[in-house]
């Protein structure tokens, strides 16, 4: 694994989970956030049990730029 990553998967996660202002409902439904040491981990709220995902801060720059650039809107159904 490269070192960014075990960095990344090393840090602990004893932040504060960020959600979407677009989640709804109760917001049980909804992809959360949380700065760590060395980038972000993000966690399914619906399957809390699973592992967060942990990115980089430049591979979280560039899977926002790409979804605001529509690279991902033939994935949504509409």
């Not at 075990?6 to 979407?20: I, N, Q």
């Not at 992809?31 to 699973?50: C, E, F, N, Q, Y």
Request: proline fraction near 5%.
């Amino acid at each position: 694994m490269h070192a960014d990553k075990d960095t990344l998967y090393s840090a602990p996660l004893d932040g504060e989970w960020v959600k979407s202002s677009y989640s709804v409902g109760n917001g049980n439904d909804c992809v959360r956030l949380m700065k760590i040491t060395g980038g972000v981990a993000i966690d399914d709220s619906k399957s809390p049990h699973r592992e967060p995902l942990r990115y980089t801060p430049t591979e979280l720059t560039a899977f926002i730029q790409a979804a605001k650039a529509g690279e991902f809107d033939h994935l949504i159904d509409s």
